[in-house]
């Protein structure tokens, strides 16, 4: 997760989809997949906090029910010179300076899941590039030669002991590879992901991969798989009034409304204290986007359930967009990442 809070602001004007967007205007559903000794949920994220945002209700409520719970980092969060330029106190930050603070990130992660009731076996970091995803979705997803490399840590492969399967590298099929192997062995039977409308192009591209991941998957692996999205960047929510000024989350107005269900799960008072202390773990992320992340520190977490009825258009610049939707049909506008 990382939109600067500016920087979402920025978003929020550039983007314009005019009538095709309308307010849910409906309360949410309670949240319908039964939650018993049998879950096992594996939760995706895009970066370090994104599963804490999305899920950390959830990922207690499992645990509490005698669950398994299982989460995955596409990336160690480790492409963002904001943040490093402020955690490091540099003002222009080498490819080490970037490494470090990746492996920091890391640490945050292990230290809020184990708020949460999760043990360092119970997350995977795989090392794929941060602010590279959605360029590795739209020109790299088929790429068996090329490889894209991080202009942060100048890597062009996942650290090798992140590495799931030996020898991979920053391309599209070996993303979903290590997704897919990851599925395979874990048996989720239920999966929290990001919705393919969050605004930010690595939260879009996540749904992609995994997406990818499961239409490779055996049938007899993927049938038993509930899936539910979390959405943690659409314009300036939840920090405006329309995300709820108390102590409920409520959905972001002009989202599309073919795009899923909206369910909510109601945390009881521990469980949102631990989500607050969780993400309190995130320091790093605290000092520059701070007020952000503790807009989802409510009573109650939103996912959206339902297959999405929109192709995700993942802009990653002005130029580059993640997708199956032919030109004619984009809904979007590329993003001002200026």
């Known amino acids: 997760m990382r939109f600067l809070v500016a ?11 005019g009538a095709q967007r309308s307010s849910p205007l409906v309360e949410p559903a309670e949240f319908p997949p039964s939650l018993v000794r049998s879950t096992r949920l594996l939760v995706v994220a895009p970066h370090p906090d994104d599963e804490a945002l999305g899920a950390a209700g959830l990922i207690q409520r499992v645990r509490a029910r005698g ?16 943040g490093v330029e402020v955690a490091e106190g540099v003002a222009h930050p080498t490819a080490g300076d970037f490494r470090g603070y990746g492996v920091r990130r890391e ?15 119970d997350v995977t970091f795989l090392g794929f590039p941060d602010e590279g995803l959605c360029r590795i979705a739209s020109t790299y997803l088929f790429d068996k030669k090329r490889a894209f490399a991080s202009p942060y840590t ?29 599925v395979e062995q874990f048996a ?60 409920t989350l409520n959905p972001p107005d002009g989202f599309p409304r073919a795009e899923g269900r909206w369910i909510s799960l109601v945390l009881t008072r521990e469980e949102a ?57 984009y809904r979007r506008r590329p993003p001002d990442r200026r």
């Not at 202390?277 to 992340?293: N, P």
């Open 7 to 17: 920087l979402v602001v920025a978003i929020a004007g550039a983007v314009s989809l």
């Open 67 to 82: 669950g398994q719970v299982h989460v995955v980092l596409l990336t160690s969060g480790d492409g963002y010179p904001e």
């Open 107 to 121: 640490q945050e992660t292990r230290d809020a899941l184990q708020i949460l009731g999760l043990g360092p076996a």
């Open 154 to 182: 100048n890597r062009e492969s996942p650290p090798p002991t992140e590495q799931v399967i030996r020898g991979v590298k920053y391309r599209g099929v070996d993303v979903r590879r290590e997704l897919e192997r990851i």
């Open 188 to 247: 989720p039977t239920l999966l929290a992901i990001p919705h393919p409308e969050d605004e930010h192009p690595d939260h879009c591209s996540t749904h992609i991969f995994m997406r990818e991941a499961l239409s490779a998957s055996p049938p007899a692996v993927v049938r038993p798989i509930h899936v539910v999205h979390y959405l943690v960047h659409f314009g300036q929510w939840p920090l405006t009034i329309d995300g709820g000024i108390g102590t």
């Open 273 to 329: 204290d631990a989500k607050k202390r969780a993400l309190l773990a995130y320091q790093t992320q605290m000092q520059v986007i701070g007020r952000f992340m503790l807009a989802f520190g409510r009573s109650n977490e939103l996912f959206l359930d339902g297959e999405p009825a929109s192709l995700p258009e993942c802009w990653c610049d002005g130029q580059n967009v993640a997708t199956e939707a032919a030109p004619s049909a």
